[in-house]
Structures are given as C-alpha cells and as structure tokens.
C-alpha cells in the first residue's frame, strides 16, 4: 500500500478516533464528576453522610471498574441499540466509552476531592457557608488541580478504549490497524497507526500537565 492510499484512511480514522474520545470525554466528566463528589459527600463523615447510598455508589462504581472493556462493549449492546439505534461507528461507541470511563473518572475525582484539607471545609462551615456552597466554592476549586490531572490520565485510557473499539466494528484507528494492519498484513499501516495513536496521548498528556501545574501555582 502507497502513502497516497495510507494518507486518506489514517486522516479519516484519526478523525473518527477524535470524535469518539471528545464526545466520550464531554459525557464521562458529566457522569463521573457528580458520581465522584457523591462518593464523597455520602461518606462517613461527609457533608451528607449515608452510608446506603455510599455503599449503592461504590458498589456500581466498583463494577463498573472490574468489566474489561472489551466484554463491557459487548454487555452494553441492547443499551447501545437503544439510544442511538446501531451498535456500530463513532457514535454507538461512545455509549460503552462512557460507561466504561465514568466509573474511573468518579474514582480519580473522589480521590482528587479527598486531599482538600479538612480545615478549609471547617472554616467554610465556620462562616456560615451552606454545604452546597462548600462543594462549589471549597471542594472543586481547591481540587482543581488534581481533577485536571484524573481527567488526563481519563482521556488517555479513553484513547486507549477507542482502539479496542475497533474489534467490533467501532471505527478509528483500531479498526484500521485491524481490518488493514492485521487482517490484510499491511505492517506499515499498523506500525504508522501506533505511532499516531503514541502521538496524541503525549500531546494529550503534556497540555493536561501543563493546565494541571498552572492551575496548582494559581
């Protein structure tokens, strides 16, 4: 295979793969931020302590984790049919993205959020700040940093889903490398597909560090 016949399928499965991490990574901080902070909150000692609903919380998060994508991808194929009526392409992966990716982000901001320290959320009580206020002017803001940085390393696994997509049928540069790169024995084709993959997660890794560090400063 020719560079002039490589070039149009790696631009248009980049894009693709593009797509699918950016619409992923929008609906799994909508999902996974306020399922982080839950966990928190719920928590004993929390701001709105229940250990009910914590346990619910942690439970669904815990399995959400311990699915290997690639059987999750499978589970959710009735669900994914569903809401956007196909389970192949770009847009029938996002829904086993988010699903699989909002669970781990909730992880990473629970952590984030439980390294704010305590006298801040006692000062703020201190002042008469309602627990609300404290979760939108003391807890995000002085996680901020560490939110950043989970959602990094977030996008970079989402990167690395969007590849395993294209086992079955998803699209992007995994299904490239498996339809051309393995299937077809086209060794050029997979070794460029990996180094375009190894490409956006530095340059995605070094622009949330970078947000990540300025913010900590600030």
């Known amino acids: ?118 006298d801040k959320v006692q000062a703020a009580h201190a002042m008469g700040a309602s627990r609300t206020t404290i979760i939108g002017k003391v807890l995000l803001p002085e996680a901020m940093p560490g939110l950043v940085a989970g959602l990094t390393v977030t996008v970079v696994a989402l990167i690395s889903y969007s590849a395993m997509a294209g086992a079955i049928g998803g699209g992007g540069l995994g299904d490239l490398a498996i339809r051309y790169g393995y299937q077809r024995f086209e060794t050029t084709l997979m070794v460029i597909t990996v180094v375009v993959l190894v490409v956006i997660v530095q340059l995605v890794q070094t622009l949330g560090d970078t947000v990540a560090r300025r913010l900590q400063r600030g």
């Not at 020719?2 to 797509?19: C, G, H």
């Open 1 to 118: 295979m020719t560079w002039d016949e490589m070039a149009p399928l790696l631009w248009e499965n980049t894009w693709q793969t593009a797509q699918m991490v950016l619409w992923s990574t929008l609906f799994t901080a909508l999902l996974g931020l306020p399922l982080g902070v839950a966990l928190i909150v719920t928590d004993r000692g929390g701001l709105f302590p229940s250990w009910t609903l914590n346990r619910v919380l942690a439970l669904v998060v815990n399995v959400g984790r311990s699915l290997p994508f690639i059987i999750l991808m499978i589970a959710v194929i009735p669900f994914t049919r569903m809401i956007v009526g196909t389970t192949i392409g770009t847009a029938a992966t996002v829904v086993p993205l988010t699903l699989g990716a909002a669970p781990f982000f909730a992880r990473l901001v629970e952590t984030s959020l439980r390294e704010v320290g305590a």
